[in-house]
C-alpha cells in the first residue's frame, strides 16, 4: 500500500496537530512558534528575540537581518544541479519539474536577481504555491522527497522575496514532512527507502542549515545526521 500524507487517515507520516512534542503536547507549527519565547536561536536578530513580533513582522525582519548563505551551487561549483544529477523518479508532476528547474538556477547570481523583478517573483511564488497545493495529497515517494528539498533550497535563496503568508506555509509544510519522516518505516523497496533518506536526513539537514536561527529547524540536524 503507497503511504500518503492523508490527516484523515493513519498513514505512513501522522498530521502535524496530532503529533506529539517530547513533552506529550500537540507542537506548534513554526508560524505560530515564532511569536513564542524561545523559538529563536542567539543568531537571530535580537529584536525577533525580544519583541515576539507577529508571524508577518517576524518573516520581514528575519529575512531583512539574516545573513546570506551559499545553498546550491556558490563558489565550490557554481554550475552544479545535484538534484538533476539523476532523473530518480522518470515521471515528475509539473509542480515538482518546476520547482527543479527553478531549483537548477539558485547557483547563478545574475538569474537569481532576476526574481526580484515583479514577473520572475509572480513565477517562483506561484510554483511554490502550486507545489504546496499538489503535496497536501501526495505519496510519500521520490518525487515529494526531491520537490521537497527543492523547495527547501528555493526558501534559502528566495525568502527574502515571498510575501510572509507563502513563507511561513512553505516552513511549515517542509518542517512537518522532515519532522514525520523521522518515524517512517517504509518498506524495503528502492523508491521508499531513497524517499525516507530524502525526507528524513537531507530535507531536515538542509532546513537546518538554511533557517539555523529558528530553534525547531535548528533541532533537526541532529536526528538528521
Known amino acids: 500500500m503507497s503511504t500518503t500524507f492523508d490527516p484523515n487517515k493513519e498513514a505512513g507520516f501522522l498530521p502535524l496537530e496530532q503529533a506529539p512534542a517530547p513533552n506529550g503536547k500537540p507542537e506548534a507549527p513554526p508560524s505560530h512558534a515564532a511569536t513564542q519565547s524561545g523559538f529563536w536561536r542567539s543568531t537571530a536578530p535580537a529584536v525577533l528575540r525580544k519583541e515576539k513580533l507577529p508571524p508577518h513582522d517576524a518573516w520581514l525582519v528575519y529575512w531583512d537581518q539574516r545573513k546570506a548563505r551559499p545553498t546550491f551551487g556558490g563558489p565550490i561549483a557554481p554550475s552544479s544541479k545535484p538534484l538533476q544529477w539523476n532523473q530518480l523518479s522518470p515521471n515528475l508532476d509539473r509542480a515538482t519539474q518546476k520547482l527543479l528547474e527553478l531549483a537548477a538556477i539558485v547557483g547563478d547570481a545574475d538569474e537569481v536577481a532576476k526574481f526580484s523583478k515583479a514577473?520572475?517573483?509572480?513565477?517562483?511564488?506561484?510554483?511554490?504555491?502550486?507545489?504546496?497545493?499538489?503535496?497536501?495529497?501526495?505519496?510519500?515517494?521520490?518525487?515529494?522527497?526531491?520537490?521537497?528539498?527543492?523547495?527547501?533550497?528555493l526558501l534559502g535563496v528566495f525568502g527574502g522575496t515571498l510575501a510572509a503568508d507563502l513563507g511561513w506555509r512553505?516552513?511549515?509544510?517542509?518542517?512537518?514532512?522532515?519532522?514525520?519522516?523521522?518515524?517512517?518505516?517504509?518498506?524495503?523497496?528502492?523508491?521508499?527507502?531513497?524517499?525516507?533518506?530524502?525526507?528524513?536526513?537531507?530535507l531536515p539537514l538542509t532546513l537546518s542549515y538554511v533557517?539555523?536561527?529558528?530553534?525547531?529547524?535548528?533541532a533537526l540536524r541532529s536526528a538528521a545526521r
Open 211 to 218: 533557517l539555523g536561527e529558528m530553534k525547531p529547524l535548528h
Open 170 to 202: 512553505l516552513v511549515d509544510a517542509l518542517y512537518e514532512l522532515a519532522r514525520h519522516a523521522e518515524g517512517w518505516n517504509p518498506d524495503l523497496t528502492d523508491e521508499e527507502i531513497i524517499a525516507q533518506q530524502m525526507l528524513a536526513g537531507e
Open 119 to 153: 514577473k520572475r517573483n509572480k513565477e517562483l511564488q506561484a510554483a511554490l504555491n502550486d507545489w504546496l497545493a499538489a503535496s497536501k495529497r501526495a505519496r510519500a515517494d521520490v518525487q515529494l522527497a526531491v520537490g521537497a528539498v527543492a523547495a527547501a533550497h
